[in-house]
């Protein structure tokens, strides 16, 4: 990086036109935020607590709940910093970490979607190799994976972008830092390092998504071939919440990063619904439609309720 740019904080503007809405928006996120946190602390104690939930399945909604835990606590706490009167202010290397953490988690995520897709893929076309596929080694190894690739994609990003020297104007128009805004504010020409982010960031969903059309494909073609309906039924209503919580991901990355002509105003409400209010319903997708899932929870709560107190 080069170590002379005269900008040592930021000023986060937040969501364009918006003005007056403080005190309104505030309650809104932190309701979201608040429901966000619980709902997947909720999903993960049903998980941990059940030793017939401790499967590649469950495993990997583990991992999605603790991912949907942190990504909205990239950007949300300083958001509702600034919208209950405090300072708007962020130091460089705490602009440069929001970029990071929040590529970080959304690769994450969008690698583990793809692995989800594998694992029902594995699981509705070959049943009967399931356990010897998906053993406990071959499950670390691609949650692993997803981490370190999200890493992967998340440095190159934080480098490509704060390897420029910022100078001059300090005032990001967004609530939180991310590549495009952060570009504006550039003492440099940017035009190749957008061109350059804009494939990145576009190549790496893009192939995920691919891979996972292509694993629905097999899974559909598989259910087509099961004779009974209620065998249909029952093998689409195991995939249904994965595809749910999928479009509920891809669709506003679609409209935030792949969109020629950017809209600053629509681009802070998808990145609000990417940010809050996805992460709040993937436990809602999971659970509702998930009996084991709310039968171990009410178990969890109710052990958690009458259990005796230690003397």
């Known amino acids: 990086m080069w170590n002379f740019s005269a900008v040592t904080e930021f000023i986060l503007l937040g969501i364009p ?70 300072s708007r202010t962020i130091s460089y290397a705490g602009c440069a970490s929001q970029l990071f953490f929040y590529h970080f988690l959304g690769c994450t995520e969008c690698f583990l979607y793809t692995v989800m897709a594998y694992d029902r893929f594995i699981a509705i076309c070959h049943p009967l190799r399931y356990t010897i596929i998906m053993s406990h080694r071959v499950c670390a190894i691609l949650a692993s994976g997803t981490s370190f690739f999200g890493c992967i994609q998340a440095t190159f990003l934080t480098t490509l ?15 939180f830092c991310d590549i495009p805004v952060m570009l504006k504010l550039a003492c440099a020409d940017t035009s190749a390092l957008e ?61 935030i990063y792949l969109r020629p002509t950017p809209s600053p105003w629509l681009d802070a409400t998808v990145q609000v619904l990417n940010n809050l209010v996805t992460p709040m319903l993937n436990p809602l ?27």
């Open 195 to 255: 061109m350059v982010g804009f494939i990145s960031v576009g190549l790496m969903p893009l192939s995920c998504f691919l891979l996972i059309l292509t694993s629905y494909s097999c899974i559909v073609c598989s259910i087509l071939r099961i004779r009974s309906a209620e065998g249909r039924r029952r093998a689409f209503s195991t995939c249904s919440a994965h595809l749910t919580a999928i479009l509920l991901f891809y669709m506003p990355v679609v409209l």
């Open 17 to 86: 036109h918006t003005e007056g809405l403080q005190t309104t928006l505030f309650a809104l996120f932190l309701s979201f935020y608040i429901f966000t946190l619980v709902g997947n602390l909720l999903i993960l104690l049903a998980i941990i607590s059940s030793p017939r939930l401790h499967t590649p399945m469950y495993f990997f909604l583990c991992e999605l709940s603790l991912c949907d835990i942190f990504f909205p606590s990239v950007s949300s706490p300083k958001m509702l910093f600034y919208l209950a009167g405090n």
């Open 285 to 311: 997708i999971y659970s509702l439609r998930n009996k084991d899932v709310k039968s171990s929870l009410r178990n969890a709560l109710t052990h958690l309720s009458f259990q005796p107190k230690q003397l």
């Open 161 to 175: 972008t704060f390897q420029l020297p910022y100078c001059g104007p300090n005032e990001v128009d967004y609530y």
